[in-house]
């Protein structure tokens, strides 16, 4: 048990690849937490594409312990969050639980679109915020002008700004001493009821399911039974543990300590972020606020390209959400690509990771369908239906209006750059709501609808701007637009998975993009195939594949016009025949081109 006044939680707060997780490392070097031999970069971030990336996915925690100036040892407990818009809720319930923030910020590149999302956060979360401008040994390094860049962007005082390099290990005892010093002590009451955040959990396939908590007041022992305030489980609790990274057995964990405790439970989604953890016997009485379930965002569909591999990606996505709640899947089938998942993201970087994963890890070829988002339909009779899938569109006639989902992105962009960007926003339907400036660099704000970001957008937006434009998006609400299902049909047969929602202004230039792309995907048959984009009934765009021909009249040499017209004819009229009977085979690597299309 320590006491509180020799306790600091604090997480780092930092846009991608400003140096966060480096400074991590060089934290638990600097204090001996690991043996020298044990030390690798990123230490905290344990998943493969995570190191590769360069990203973290993962919430990570470990325990410091460090001699101060003062003469006392203080425990400090450093959460590691990720970065990405993504996992904003996950970030949001590591601030609640923790007192106190590094905001980190490169002092070539200045603060981006992640930063400010980020400290906004942790400026709601009342948190102590202390500035740190990393990578100062730098040739490109101004430290002057990103500090009043900081103040003049976020307005936080950055004058006292801690200057360090986290790959050299330049000024880290500075920012040591700084935790110590400026950032606050946690509050609890040790003799009050238990009650604890659960800030994260994972999959352990020795201990089961693993559960991260800060405890706020009241005091968790080996062999307590406890509660789960918003499912109402109750388990018992086998193992009291402090991450230093590796596990080191406790009996007991007191306010303001962050540690994890296993029970036996045998999935995540058991154990919700954000839940709140009591006793069971004497109990408090409200959980702590702020509590929501994760939703998925975007959805689509994973079809294994191998139909005989569909068992193969069953048990692989049973695996993966033992150990990922937030991600969701149901079974599907479709005509065009046999037996699949139709699976439910966070957002498009939680899609790319966990295919990226299941093809990794488990060793298969997946096709992805295009990525949709969910639209709520309101029907005539006022009844309201969520719609995940364009397939399942209900007919017309029942439906009074749609609505989609928008958001508001924060694109940071150097000046030169922005008039490309503003077309960028204007050709995906945006509404402009703000344009600043700080220094060189302008700071948009848009008003976008989801399912026009989550094709290509990122994309886009970095190639117009050459790498420059960073940007971060949050979820604003649901609102009516005038949207239609586009169908494509292949010989009058409509191909299920290439079916998608688009606005009707933009429609016809989709279907007309759509179908000139299959024409060049789907390889030449016997026969003429007709590709077509329709609305409803309506067709409106169509290219023709012409029919493989064999040359019929070769053998006629001079004679009469009229015996090669008729053999012409007899030809024509098999090719018709044959128009009936035949079937397309569409091979796989049209789908995966054609859906990759948005340009």
């Known amino acids: 048990m320590t006491e509180l006044d020799r306790i600091r939680n604090f997480s780092i707060v930092a846009h991608i690849d400003h140096g966060k997780s480096t400074l991590a490392d060089r934290l638990i070097q600097m204090t001996g937490t690991v043996a020298e031999r044990d030390m690798k970069q990123q230490l905290l971030d344990s998943m493969e594409i995570e190191r590769e990336r360069g990203i973290t996915i993962k919430a990570n925690t470990v325990r410091i312990e460090y001699p101060a100036k003062d003469g006392k040892t203080y425990v400090l407990n450093l959460i590691d969050t990720p970065g990405h818009v993504d996992f904003a809720y996950e970030v949001s319930r590591s601030m609640r639980a923790v007192e106190g923030s590094l905001l980190v910020v490169d002092a070539s590149q200045g603060v981006e679109a992640q930063t400010l999302a ?11 915020i202390v500035p740190v401008l990393n990578k100062i040994d730098l040739p490109a390094a101004e430290p002057e002008r990103v500090k009043e860049q900081i103040e003049d962007v976020i307005g936080l005082d950055a004058h006292d700004a801690i200057l ?36 994260d959990s994972w999959y352990d396939s020795y201990l089961g399911v693993v559960v991260m908590i800060r405890v706020i007041d009241g005091v968790i022992r080996k062999g307590d039974r406890i509660r789960m305030m918003q499912t109402g489980a109750v388990y018992g609790v086998d193992k009291l543990a402090v991450l230093k990274p590796q596990m080191v057995d406790i009996d007991e964990l007191g306010p303001g300590e962050i540690g994890i405790w296993t029970g036996s439970i ?16 004497k109990g ?61 993201f966070l957002g498009l970087l939680h899609l790319e990771v966990i295919r990226d994963r299941l093809e990794r890890e488990y060793d298969l070829d997946l096709i992805t369908t295009a990525p949709s988002v969910v639209y709520k339909i309101h029907m005539r009779d006022g009844t309201i239906q969520e719609l995940h899938n364009p397939a399942d569109m209900p007919d017309l006639s029942l439906v ?26 204007q ?21 976008l609808p989801l399912n026009e970001v989550v094709f290509d957008f990122y994309d886009r937006l970095k190639s117009v701007t050459k790498g420059y434009a960073s940007f971060d998006y949050q979820i604003t609400g649901y609102r009516e637009d005038n949207l239609v299902k586009m169908s494509i049909l292949v010989n009058d047969e409509p191909v299920d998975a290439l079916s998608m929602m688009v606005h009707r202004d933009r429609a016809e230039m989709r279907g007309r993009a759509m179908c000139e792309k299959l024409k060049e995907l789907i390889p030449r048959h016997m026969f003429k195939i007709p590709i077509q984009a329709a609305i409803g009934g309506r067709v409106i765009a169509r290219e023709t594949l ?18 090669k017209r008729k053999l012409l004819e007899k030809q024509k009229a098999g090719k018709k025949k044959m128009r009936q009977f035949g079937k397309v085979e569409i091979p796989q690597s049209a789908f995966i081109a054609a859906l990759k299309m948005d340009n």
């Open 546 to 563: 012409s029919a493989l021909r064999k040359d019929v009249t070769a053998k006629c040499y001079g004679g009469d016009a009229t015996r």
């Open 118 to 128: 980020n400290v906004y956060q942790a400026i709601d979360a009342g948190h102590e």
């Open 427 to 447: 050709d995906r339907r945006g509404i402009q709501l703000n344009l600043t400036y700080a220094g060189n660099r302008a700071m948009v704000e848009y008003d």
């Open 266 to 281: 045998k999935q995540v989604r058991d154990t919700r972020v954000g839940d709140t953890i009591t006793s069971e016997k």
């Open 164 to 199: 360090i390099s986290a790959k050299s290990g330049l000024g880290i005892p500075d920012v040591l001493e700084a935790i110590v010093t400026r950032l606050p002590p946690p509050k609890g009451d040790r003799n009050a009821p238990l009650k604890a955040m659960l800030v």
């Open 284 to 344: 408090c009485e409200t959980p702590l606020p702020g509590f929501k379930p994760a939703q998925p965002v975007v959805f689509c569909g994973l079809f294994p390209v191998d139909a005989n591999d569909f068992d193969d990606l069953r048990d692989a996505i049973e695996k993966l959400q033992l150990n990922d709640a937030s991600f969701s899947s149901e079974m599907e089938t479709s005509a065009a690509l046999g037996f699949g998942f139709r699976c439910g």
């Open 400 to 425: 009074d209006h749609l609505e989609e989902p928008r958001i508001k992105a924060t694109i940071m962009v150097p000046d030169e750059y922005l008039g490309d960007v503003l077309k960028l926003c």
